[in-house]
């Protein structure tokens, strides 16, 4: 630090860039690492002065290169780095795809994951538009607005690591059990005033059953499954709260036709929009389901009953010698 704290000097990478060398000496007393490490851990060729040439074509080179050292301590991280979106793109060439310095830093490391808008400033340096986006969504707002610790951040749907790519139909078909984490929390959801039915009615219902009749491997409809993202949005979920209800129906509409397409104004009313059937809302739907629950039971307990009956008779009531 006594050389290198606002050091004016600069090291020469080999495309020409000059890098100053300066450190900032406040970051680096709060950052994570000290105290635990020193500067030669992680700059491993460096161990007398004059330092020996660094060896980069360009400034990504050499923070790929760095990068790299993390992984001695962490290895742990590590693997699970390797098996993301990310570390795929990387081994194919792709050098904009982030390395554990462009996420956590290097001589400025923070508690990861604090506070939660910090990660997705982070994702927002490579990932703008999908940033701006949340921003504007009923989380972003939340979260951006009163730091609100129940609404999810990048990584809550993503995680960290093992960043999966979610633009596959297995992805989007599962992406429903991301939204069930707080959307069935009953208590969670009671704060905002909200329906913690959301999740078990669309299971119920045509859609979320034939999303769950795949996942247990018996084969999918040809059309795209619908899933919350299909009607919600993924980045930009609006909320319901403040829009009337004829905005709301036609979106809805809109939306259906999307997949079901040139059916007739009216056709969102085929779905229940989250709500179990009751007697008041969809009395017909009620009924009929009543009805069935009533009705296949009693015809169950006749057939058995039938079938002792006759098992009665010949036992006890058969005079002997008849088989
Ligand atoms: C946790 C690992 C780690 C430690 C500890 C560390 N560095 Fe670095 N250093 C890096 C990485 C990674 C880079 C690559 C550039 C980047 O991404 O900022 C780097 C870059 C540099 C550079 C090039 C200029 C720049 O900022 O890019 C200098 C100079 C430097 N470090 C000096 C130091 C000194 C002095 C210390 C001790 C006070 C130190 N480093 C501690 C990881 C580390
Ligand atoms: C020489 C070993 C070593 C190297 C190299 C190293 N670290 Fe660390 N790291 C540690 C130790 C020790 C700690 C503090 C103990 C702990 O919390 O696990 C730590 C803590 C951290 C934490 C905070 C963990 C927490 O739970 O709060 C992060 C993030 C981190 N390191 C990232 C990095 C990155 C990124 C690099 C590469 C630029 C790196 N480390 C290189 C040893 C190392
Ligand atoms: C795409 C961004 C990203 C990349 C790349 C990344 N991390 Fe992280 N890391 C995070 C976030 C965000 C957290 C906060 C905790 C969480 O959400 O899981 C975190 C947490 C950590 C922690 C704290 C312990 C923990 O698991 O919570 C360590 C240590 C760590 N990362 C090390 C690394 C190392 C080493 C690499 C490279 C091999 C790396 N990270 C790559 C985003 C990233
Ligand atoms: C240093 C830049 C960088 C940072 C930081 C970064 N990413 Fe990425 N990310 C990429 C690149 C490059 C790709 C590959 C894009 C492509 O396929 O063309 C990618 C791909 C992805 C994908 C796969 C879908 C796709 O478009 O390929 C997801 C999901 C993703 N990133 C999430 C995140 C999250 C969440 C964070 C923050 C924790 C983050 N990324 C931070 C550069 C970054
Ligand atoms: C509420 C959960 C949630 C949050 C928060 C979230 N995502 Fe996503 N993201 C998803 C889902 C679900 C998909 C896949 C949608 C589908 O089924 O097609 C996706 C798709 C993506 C994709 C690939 C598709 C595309 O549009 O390129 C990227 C990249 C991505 N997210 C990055 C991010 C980043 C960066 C953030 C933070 C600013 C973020 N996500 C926040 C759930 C989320
Ligand atoms: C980490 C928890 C969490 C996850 C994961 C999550 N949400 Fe949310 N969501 C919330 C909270 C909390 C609110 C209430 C925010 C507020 O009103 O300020 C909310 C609000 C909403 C609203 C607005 C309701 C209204 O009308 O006001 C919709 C719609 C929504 N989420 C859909 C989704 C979908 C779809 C997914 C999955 C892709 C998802 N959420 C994932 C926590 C979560
Ligand atoms: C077929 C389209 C569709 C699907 C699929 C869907 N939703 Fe909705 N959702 C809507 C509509 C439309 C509304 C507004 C309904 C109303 O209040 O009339 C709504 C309302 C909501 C609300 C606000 C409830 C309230 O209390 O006001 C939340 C939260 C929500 N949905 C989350 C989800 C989640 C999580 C999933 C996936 C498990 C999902 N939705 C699947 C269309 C859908
Ligand atoms: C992402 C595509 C998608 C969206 C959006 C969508 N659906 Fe569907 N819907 C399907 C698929 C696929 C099926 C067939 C499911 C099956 O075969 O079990 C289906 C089946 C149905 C059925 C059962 C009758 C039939 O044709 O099989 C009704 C009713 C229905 N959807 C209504 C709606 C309504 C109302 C909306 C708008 C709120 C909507 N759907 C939005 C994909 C979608």
Same mark, same amino acid.
């Given at each position: ?9 600069? %090291? ?18 709060? $950052?994570?690492?000290?105290?635990? *490490? ?39 991280? #590590? ?5 993301? *979106?990310?570390?795929?793109? @990387? ?21 990861? =994951? ?10 927002? !340096?490579?990932?703008?538009? *999908?940033? +701006? ?6 989380? =972003? ?8 610790? &129940? ?10 690591? !093992?960043?999966?790519?979610?633009? $596959? ?7 429903? !059990? ?21 999740? +078990? ?6 859609? /979320? ?9 018996? =084969?999918?409809?040809?059309?795209? %499954? ?38 007739? &104004?009216? @056709? !969102? ?21 009543? @009805? ?5 039971? %009693? *015809?169950?307990? /006749? ?10 008779? #010949? ?9």
């Amino acid at each position: 630090m006594d050389c290198h704290s606002d050091s004016e000097d600069s %090291l020469e990478l080999g495309d020409g860039t000059e890098v100053s060398v300066s450190i900032s000496e406040e970051h680096w007393k709060k $950052n994570v690492h000290a105290g635990e *490490i020193g500067c030669t851990d992680c700059h491993t060729a460096i161990s007398d002065y004059p330092h020996p040439d660094v060896e980069a074509k360009d400034l990504r080179d050499y923070q790929i290169n760095r990068a790299e050292t993390c992984k001695r301590c962490h290895y742990a991280h #590590f693997t699970r780095v390797a098996d993301s *979106i990310h570390y795929k793109q @990387f081994e194919e060439g792709n050098r904009n795809a982030p390395t554990c310095v462009d996420c956590h830093g290097a001589h400025d490391i923070a508690v990861p =994951g604090e506070p939660r808008m910090a990660v997705d400033e982070r994702c927002a !340096q490579c990932h703008a538009e *999908i940033s +701006d986006a949340y921003r504007r969504s009923v989380h =972003g707002k939340a979260l951006l607005e009163s730091n609100n610790p &129940d609404v999810p951040v990048c990584t809550d749907c993503h995680g960290s690591h !093992q960043i999966k790519d979610p633009r $596959n139909a297995d992805f989007h078909a599962a992406s429903y !059990q991301i939204c069930a984490k707080c959307h069935s929390d009953a208590d969670r959801m009671e704060r905002y005033g909200l329906n913690p039915d959301v999740v +078990d009615t669309y299971l119920d219902d045509f859609h /979320g059953a034939s999303n769950a009749l795949y996942a247990e491997g018996l =084969g999918r409809p040809d059309k795209k %499954l619908a899933t919350c993202t299909s009607c919600h949005g993924i980045h930009d979920i609006p909320s319901f709260k403040e829009a009337d209800k004829s905005v709301v129906r036609a979106r809805v509409l809109k939306t259906c036709r999307e997949c079901h397409e040139e059916v007739p &104004d009216g @056709f !969102q009313d085929a779905w229940l929009s989250h709500y179990p059937p009751t007697l008041s809302e969809a009395p017909l739907v009620w009924l009929v389901k009543w @009805f069935y629950r009533v009705v296949i039971p %009693l *015809i169950m307990l /006749g057939l058995v009953l039938h079938i002792l009956m006759h098992l009665w008779r #010949f036992r006890f009531r058969r005079p002997g010698g008849h088989r």
